[in-house]
């Protein structure tokens, strides 16, 4: 798996840099917060036009630029640094991603190239009251009707679901359960009995919205469901896309946890007490130390499943719920820190930290929890193995 | 008037109040007569609004005033601060003119303590009282001080000495709020709460007989105030009034004004009662790894509870106080950051969300965009180790930069840029 | 429950500390833990002859000197602090709760003075194999033969069960399981059939023994199995037993503990590194405060447990794991804090703080893992609670 | 000779070996090839028994060793430490006495820079060295001294000037170990182990011209050996030797000697790759909170090789170093505790037994009693703490009390008695 970047890699990093901190000030991310879509829709088209950013790893076949997750955990790194207000994650990570791993040949050439462009925004429906990130938590209904299908229920937690031109619905065959009869289902933004409601979030440069379906006539994109076909597809698909997502989450995460450890780290060279900066002061500086080993680790972790994902082999399935974990507990231990190291005034409305303290914990509890993900990789790792590896 | 017994002291101010207490009356009406008779202070001395009792039989008299719903003293940091500092460090004159109004409620307070320059370290604060005849010319900024926004007081440090070492040219002033010179400016937190203000002074003006002890030794009178502070803090127990008629209705009002920016501190707290009725609710409590984390945290918090016990006991024994108030206020960081994970542990997805589409109804959010400040305010963690390890353990203090040089000398914080209101803050990034 | 010492404890704690101090010194300690019998019966006999330390809260009636859990918590502290080598947990804790808990009036008559006077020392088998401190984990069966009962089966993790003259074994009737029909059996140390093996310990200066039971003859000590007699009254005499006893250990532990931090807080005032105190560097310092911290929380709660033993009401179901839990893992961090403070020194056989840690990491481990207490308080905390009750 | 490429040398080294390795040669026999012919020390220059190759192209060499088997140059602190220090800092003449014996294994060497009373501040030593005529006088205490008991030279820090800052009255010698002024005893550690040992110097004797580097100037010196050090600690990858023969049995028991004190570091890193057998084998994986800390560990585990790969790859790239040789450190220990932890929750009672009685075979034991010595050796955590704040993160160092100064001036710690073995420990209550 190879953990550094290359040159050009460090070149693209910089001009993603530049174009994000040009874009998304603190002032603009302030402002984005308080509004219903979240998001500048011009930056938005920018960003498309100028550095094809939402269609970055998407393969050159439906209209993206071919990169590599190891490409996109850099965007997203950067992404995360400015707490960049967009339909990114929403829409190029989890839609896109649901889209790529689950849907027709048809289907990819039909919906792909309008989310690579920028064109259009869509968002995944998975979630719903139960909070579950999984195959077994869907309980919504696709019942086929001539033609189609007509969905009726209700998703929530879904990322940009407001605004979205169109939502990936994941919904389960009449009868089905668990793993069995998951399909894919696309919703234009402004169907007939969709109803959707922005809800207010923890962090407000993330919008969510509770999706409610009532006899939504609906077009399934996932594979047909013949004779001979899978029952467990849709539900492998869902799973791959979710690792996917965890691995970007997990290198967004790490962006935010970095640029917060270098404003708290000058903060600590500059603030003044006692006569010394409070940098020199153990309490404070081993804190800070701390912080850079926990983030050192957090980028390893989140550049090795960059990787993973990338090559796409065995590895991905333990490297993806270790990264959302370990990730997670990272980046909200440094935001909770820097708060401390900054005191009065780090808890305050006017200062940054309390964005990216929410954005950590917010992005903790996305895609399921740290435990969630540490009792997946540990029923990974203690299945019994073949002989003789015990590492 | 002989010492001075439990049962003496119960039944003179039952008879008291048997005569005097009125529901119906004026709250003020009510409380000149509190005032006048010594029953609202009792540990004050009887020259001034007390009745020179012992603080031990305190209690005694609340028990009573309690027994019959009698509306006490004003609430906030009038009486319970600013009073016994201006008592036990106030020229006569400040007595005669400032603490039967803070008694009665007339003149609420606000303390000027804390800039945004020095925070842990408060002695190294930067606003400066100058001469000028009679009077002292203040200017320099305040910040986190509650209630200044209707204050009609505030307790004021400010530096009148800048060529001695920075504990010796501190001065302590009763200033008085609503001057031309003065600006309250609400500031808001992370929760969302302003229940806070920033103070700007600009050329405010104080009368040099409002200095409280002596110019340049203020020091010494704000260890009381904080003394007084913690005191309070340890004490703040307050439930509604019961009960009907004006006085009640009055004083029900007076401490909702004055319990306003407190709304939020139960969830700074982390809302350690709520545990496990939502665990139970959510059906969360079938996750044996949830399980543990409950136990956890109700151990420590129970733990934290009976250490409080014990020193209270102990004290009561006449044993002398031992490290309780650094343990008590770190514990309850420790229990504010544990209860968030806790109830996000439990929430899960739903404490993504916040106001009344949250968990229940946005307290849990509350309560996780709350709880940093429970290991800032009132003294960092990282202080209250300081405090524990030299104070409890003995152990060296490090060795100090700033304390033996005139102040002048000290290096400072770079000063933010004067952010007069009225003129715009754009240029503050900090 | 009281929570402070009366000037009464307080003077009985030093008359036991002196005496403690001068029995029981580091060096007698290191001597001790090196013998097969891990500890001095002239020690033993002169702290029973003098103190009555052995009966000290066994009933006056079975030649107790009737004082209560809080007196002997302060016994165990002090012996504790010192490292006492001693019977006194397995014998006086262990073996005579049992009795006291389980057996029949004349039982109690006539094995509790033996143990009182320290004459005798008892041990108490009861965990087997599988290390499990608990009703369900006892599986030796105790087969009824004319007039008396025969024991087959293994017990291990027996404090000083090479050593007592008294063996109480926890066994079953057979065919039960569970909960269901436990008893206590009494049998000498020397009896046929028995086979006592000492245990090589990691905590030196407590010493352990395996039990083989080869058709061993043994007394029924608690009461009998008539037909109308509660099938449960031996799984609750012996959850009685263990919660008194991790009450008592409970408040060994944290003598251990805070007689650490003492050495400790002031091996940093003395030991000087780039001219100045250790302990004037914050790293070292806020180490020793926040040790302060846990030790002042773990003895609070060692003491309201001891005071819930001794009023024996509701609330010792759930001091007993709490206290057991949080003053384990207390117990533990301070011996591992300890080490670092003191840095190479600290790591070395010469010094002692290695027999506190070995101490605490045995602790920790004897009577189940604080993670198991931890899932008996939250089982008791979560049940269902009347209307309103919400603490 | 032309610029040599990773081709060229392969090629050289490889018809070398084809003509010179012979496994059954004896080992100091083939050890004198090595030296005479610089393949032994290859980045050495070649007038000192090596053949100036680029340190980047070490590996190439080592490679071919190990592709035929070959034997290299004597294990331990000779050639790794006591090598390259006195190439950097030596005279020509040590050079010429002391560089071939290391090389070849004949002299084995040890490190006398720890004392009792300096350990994290080796600056600040106190053992003295006093001229006397061509001699130096050495009269003190070190510590932890591996292989201190059978080695020929020791690598010797000592005082040489009280009157000036602590830094710069030191000076470094290559001190003859077998003399009447030096006893050495071994120091028993927590888990049984005596790994280390405590050298004692009652008027040794050592020749000025044993000098490495000059008279006051020996911290520049020993900080040169404590690079190399962690470049040792780095490398240290050594499994045993395979194939047949005289000097392969022959270097097997010298290795076998010199890795003896390290036998338990396994155990003190926590033995981390036994876990997920523990907990099959147990069935304490069926537990969800075994396998929550499970999880925890193999990630904190993998995070750390993964960070120290990208390290790796970073400089292969030209990019240059961060922190991550603390962080290395630093995870060692957080590793291991945990790792304990985790062994503990997996074993349960059974881990409070040792020897043949304790989970397998006392290895849990073993790790229970090994891991506290993670966070000590080689740089206690806090002082990785310092390295990685000030020199990685570039914030302040602490005012220092005691670089300004004549050493003379500065607090030191009381001595302890000294402990002449010939004379009993009674006295010693450390």
Same mark, same amino acid.
């Given at each position: 798996?190879?953990?550094?970047?290359?040159?050009?890699?460090?070149?693209?990093?910089?001009?993603?840099?530049?174009?994000?901190?040009?874009?998304?000030?603190?002032?603009?991310?302030?402002?984005?917060?308080?509004?219903?879509?979240?998001?500048?829709?011009?930056?938005?088209?920018?960003?498309?036009?100028?550095?094809?950013?939402?269609?970055?790893?998407?393969?050159?076949?439906?209209?993206?630029?071919?990169?590599?997750?190891?490409?996109?955990?850099?965007?997203?790194?950067?992404?995360?640094?400015?707490?960049?207000?967009?339909?990114?994650?929403?829409?190029?990570?989890?839609?896109?991603?649901?889209?790529?791993?689950?849907?027709?040949?048809?289907?990819?050439?039909?919906?792909?190239?309008?989310?690579?462009?920028?064109?259009?925004?869509?968002?995944?429906?998975?979630?719903?009251?139960?909070?579950?990130?999984?195959?077994?938590?869907?309980?919504?209904?696709?019942?086929?009707?001539?033609?189609?299908?007509? @969905?009726?229920?209700?998703? %929530?937690?879904?990322?940009?679901?407001?605004?979205?031109?169109?939502?990936?619905?994941?919904? *389960?065959?009449?009868?089905?359960?668990?793993?069995?009869?998951?399909?894919?289902?696309?919703?234009?933004?402004?169907?007939?009995?969709?109803?959707?409601?922005?809800?207010?979030?923890?962090?407000? %440069? *993330?919008?969510?919205?509770?999706?409610?379906?009532?006899?939504? *006539?609906?077009?399934?994109?996932?594979?047909?469901?013949?004779?001979?076909?899978?029952? *467990?597809?849709?539900?492998?698909?869902?799973?791959?896309?979710?690792?996917?997502?965890?691995?970007?989450?997990?290198?967004?995460?790490?962006?935010?946890?970095?640029?917060?450890?270098?404003?708290?780290?000058?903060?600590?060279?500059?603030?003044?007490?006692?006569?010394?900066?409070?940098?020199?002061?153990?309490?404070?500086?081993?804190?800070?130390?701390?912080?850079?080993?926990?983030?050192?680790?957090?980028?390893?972790?989140?550049?090795?499943?960059?990787?993973?994902?990338?090559?796409?082999?065995?590895?991905?399935?333990?490297?993806?719920?270790?990264?959302?974990?370990?990730?997670?507990?990272?980046?909200?231990?440094?935001?909770?820190?820097?708060?401390?190291?900054?005191?009065?005034?780090?808890?305050?409305?006017?200062?940054?930290?309390?964005?990216?303290?929410?954005?950590?914990?917010?992005?903790?509890?996305?895609?399921?929890?740290?435990?969630?993900?540490?009792?997946?990789?540990?029923?990974?790792? @203690?299945?019994?193995?073949?002989?003789?590896?015990?590492? | 008037?002989?010492?001075?017994?439990?049962?003496?002291?119960?039944?003179? $101010?039952?008879?008291?109040?048997?005569?005097?207490?009125?529901?119906?009356?004026?709250?003020?009406?009510?409380?000149?007569?509190?005032?006048?008779?010594?029953?609202?202070?009792?540990?004050?001395?009887?020259?001034?609004?007390?009745?020179?009792?012992?603080?031990?039989?305190?209690?005694?008299?609340?028990?009573?005033?309690?027994?019959?719903?009698?509306?006490?003293?004003?609430?906030?940091?009038?009486?319970?601060?600013?009073?016994?500092?201006?008592?036990?460090?106030?020229?006569?004159?400040?007595?005669?003119?400032?603490?039967?109004?803070?008694?009665?409620?007339?003149?609420?307070?606000?303390?000027?303590?804390?800039?945004?320059?020095?925070?842990?370290?408060?002695?190294?604060?930067?606003?400066?009282?100058?001469?000028?005849?009679?009077?002292?010319?203040?200017?320099?900024?305040? $910040?986190?001080?509650?209630?200044?926004?209707?204050?009609?007081?505030?307790?004021?440090?400010?530096?009148?000495?800048?060529? $001695?070492?920075?504990?010796?040219?501190?001065?302590?002033?009763?200033?008085?709020?609503?001057?031309?010179?003065?600006?309250?400016?609400?500031?808001?937190?992370?929760?969302?709460?302003?229940?806070?203000?920033?103070?700007?002074?600009?050329?405010?003006?104080?009368?040099?007989?409002?200095?409280?002890?002596?110019?340049? +030794?203020?020091?010494?009178?704000?260890?009381?105030?904080?003394?007084?502070?913690?005191?309070?803090?340890?004490?703040?127990?307050?439930?509604?009034?019961?009960?009907?008629?004006?006085?009640?209705?009055?004083?029900?009002?007076?401490?909702?004004?004055?319990?306003?920016?407190?709304?939020?501190?139960?969830?700074?707290?982390?809302?350690?009662?709520?545990?496990?009725?939502?665990?139970?609710?959510?059906?969360?409590?079938?996750?044996?790894?949830?399980?543990?984390?409950?136990?956890?945290?109700?151990?420590?918090?129970?733990?934290?509870?009976?250490?409080?016990?014990?020193?209270?006991?102990?004290?009561?024994?006449?044993?002398?106080?031992?490290?309780?108030?650094?343990?008590?206020?770190?514990?309850?960081?420790?229990?504010?950051?544990?209860?968030?994970?806790?109830?996000?542990?439990?929430?899960?997805?739903?404490?993504?969300?916040?106001?009344?589409?949250?968990?229940?109804?946005?307290?849990?959010?509350?309560?996780?965009?709350?709880?940093?400040?429970?290991?800032?305010?009132?003294?960092?963690?990282?202080?209250?180790?300081?405090?524990?390890?030299?104070?409890?353990?003995?152990?060296?203090?490090?060795?100090?930069?700033?304390?033996?040089?005139?102040?002048?000398?000290?290096?400072?914080?770079?000063?933010?840029?004067?952010?007069?209101?009225? +003129?715009?803050?754009?240029?503050?990034?900090?």
């Amino acid at each position: 798996m190879q953990l550094s970047y290359s040159d050009e890699q460090e070149e693209f990093r910089r001009v993603v840099r530049r174009f994000l901190e040009d874009h998304s000030p603190s002032a603009e991310v302030r402002r984005l917060m308080e509004t219903n879509a979240g998001y500048d829709p011009a930056v938005w088209a920018k960003l498309s036009a100028e550095l094809g950013l939402p269609g970055l790893h998407l393969p050159e076949a439906y209209g993206g630029q071919g990169f590599s997750t190891v490409e996109l955990g850099i965007v997203l790194q950067e992404m995360g640094r400015v707490l960049l207000c967009a339909p990114f994650f929403g829409s190029s990570v989890l839609a896109a991603g649901a889209i790529l791993n689950a849907a027709t040949e048809a289907k990819k050439q039909e919906l792909l190239p309008l989310l690579a462009s920028g064109e259009r925004i869509a968002a995944l429906a998975l979630c719903e009251a139960a909070g579950r990130w999984d195959a077994a938590g869907v309980s919504l209904v696709a019942t086929p009707v001539d033609g189609g299908f007509r @969905l009726d229920g209700e998703k %929530t937690y879904v990322l940009d679901g407001h605004t979205a031109d169109l939502v990936v619905v994941v919904a *389960r065959s009449p009868g089905s359960s668990g793993e069995d009869g998951l399909a894919f289902f696309s919703v234009p933004g402004d169907a007939a009995g969709l109803e959707r409601r922005r809800l207010s979030t923890l962090d407000a %440069t *993330r919008k969510q919205a509770r999706l409610t379906f009532s006899g939504v *006539r609906a077009d399934r994109i996932s594979g047909d469901e013949t004779a001979g076909a899978d029952p *467990r597809a849709g539900a492998r698909a869902l799973a791959r896309t979710l690792d996917f997502a965890a691995v970007a989450l997990a290198n967004e995460m790490v962006g935010g946890a970095e640029k917060l450890l270098e404003t708290t780290v000058e903060y600590a060279k500059t603030r003044v007490q006692f006569g010394r900066p409070i940098g020199s002061f153990q309490a404070i500086k081993h804190k800070c130390a701390n912080l850079l080993l926990e983030v050192e680790l957090a980028k390893s972790v989140a550049m090795y499943a960059a990787a993973a994902a990338a090559e796409d082999g065995d590895e991905l399935a333990e490297a993806a719920p270790l990264a959302k974990a370990l990730v997670s507990d990272v980046s909200l231990h440094t935001a909770a820190e820097s708060i401390q190291i900054h005191g009065g005034i780090g808890f305050t409305w006017e200062h940054d930290c309390h964005l990216y303290f929410k954005r950590a914990r917010s992005s903790e509890l996305l895609l399921g929890a740290p435990n969630e993900h540490r009792e997946r990789l540990a029923q990974l790792l @203690l299945r019994q193995r073949p002989e003789g590896e015990t590492r | 008037m002989s010492e001075p017994s439990e049962a003496s002291v119960r039944a003179e $101010v039952r008879a008291w109040l048997e005569a005097h207490w009125d529901p119906e009356l004026p709250l003020r009406e009510w409380r000149e007569k509190l005032a006048d008779s010594g029953w609202g202070c009792p540990s004050w001395p009887e020259a001034w609004l007390g009745r020179g009792l012992p603080v031990a039989l305190e209690h005694v008299v609340s028990q009573e005033f309690e027994r019959v719903g009698a509306v006490g003293i004003a609430a906030g940091s009038g009486p319970w601060l600013a009073g016994p500092t201006i008592l036990e460090h106030g020229s006569d004159e400040l007595k005669r003119s400032l603490l039967r109004p803070l008694v009665t409620g007339e003149h609420t307070w606000c303390q000027l303590f804390s800039e945004p320059g020095s925070g842990s370290d408060l002695a190294g604060l930067t606003t400066r009282a100058e001469r000028d005849g009679d009077e002292f010319v203040i200017n320099g900024q305040k $910040v986190w001080n509650t209630s200044a926004h209707h204050a009609d007081y505030g307790m004021l440090l400010a530096r009148t000495n800048w060529e $001695v070492p920075k504990h010796r040219g501190i001065t302590y002033f009763a200033l008085e709020m609503k001057q031309p010179g003065i600006t309250v400016r609400p500031l808001r937190q992370m929760n969302g709460h302003a229940s806070f203000n920033e103070v700007f002074l600009n050329d405010a003006r104080v009368s040099a007989a409002n200095v409280i002890g002596e110019v340049d +030794r203020g020091w010494t009178v704000a260890l009381a105030t904080l003394a007084h502070e913690r005191r309070m803090v340890s004490l703040r127990r307050e439930g509604p009034l019961p009960g009907r008629g004006r006085a009640l209705d009055e004083a029900r009002e007076e401490q909702a004004h004055v319990m306003a920016p407190y709304v939020w501190y139960p969830q700074r707290a982390g809302r350690v009662d709520l545990v496990l009725e939502r665990a139970r609710e959510t059906g969360r409590g079938d996750d044996p790894i949830v399980r543990q984390e409950i136990a956890r945290l109700i151990s420590l918090a129970r733990a934290a509870t009976w250490t409080a016990q014990r020193a209270r006991e102990a004290r009561g024994r006449g044993r002398p106080p031992g490290p309780e108030g650094s343990i008590g206020k770190l514990c309850s960081s420790h229990i504010a950051r544990a209860a968030a994970n806790v109830h996000a542990l439990i929430s899960g997805a739903d404490a993504m969300l916040s106001g009344s589409d949250g968990a229940l109804d946005g307290i849990i959010a509350e309560v996780l965009v709350s709880v940093p400040g429970q290991s800032i305010a009132g003294g960092t963690d990282e202080i209250q180790h300081n405090i524990l390890a030299e104070r409890s353990l003995g152990l060296p203090r490090e060795p100090s930069v700033d304390t033996g040089k005139p102040f002048r000398d000290v290096p400072k914080n770079v000063a933010r840029p004067a952010r007069d209101p009225g +003129r715009g803050r754009a240029g503050d990034t900090t």
